[in-house]
């Protein structure tokens, strides 16, 4: 088993990689489907302001949602498992301590 570094190897950063590109899809997804239920509802400048803001936050949210750090993944898998944009089966691969870990964060 070849290592990446001391607690990754080769297959489990593949692994990882695939699952968070599957949420990161998913949710931007999401959002842009959201995005443009408002965006048609626009009647007046009010709307538009607060469309703007609704983007603001969520920019801000998703890019700190997603930071592909191998030392944070744990924690970054379990919040998207407990968000709903990750399923635990998603992440098999993984060895089943880091799964274990991960199934336990996102339930808190």
């Known amino acids: 088993m070849q290592l990446?570094?001391?607690e990754w190897t080769i297959t489990e950063e593949e692994v990882a990689r695939?699952?968070?590109d599957i949420a990161y899809k998913r949710e931007i997804s999401s959002l842009i489907?959201?995005?443009r239920y408002k965006a048609s509802n626009l009647a007046e400048i009010d709307d538009m302001w607060r469309l703007h803001d609704f983007l603001?936050?969520?920019r801000h949210e998703v890019d700190g949602r997603y930071d592909y750090h191998l030392p944070m993944l744990v924690?970054?898998?379990?919040g998207l498992v407990?968000?709903?944009w990750l399923n635990l089966s998603e992440l098999e691969g993984?060895?089943?301590d880091k799964i274990a870990k991960i199934a336990a964060l996102?339930?808190?």
């Open 56 to 58: 603001s936050v969520k």
């Open 18 to 20: 695939k699952a968070f």
């Open 75 to 78: 924690f970054v898998f379990a």
């Open 94 to 96: 993984l060895n089943t």
């Open 106 to 108: 996102a339930c808190m």
């Open 33 to 35: 489907d959201s995005v």
């Open 82 to 84: 407990k968000d709903g």
């Open 4 to 6: 990446i570094n001391s």
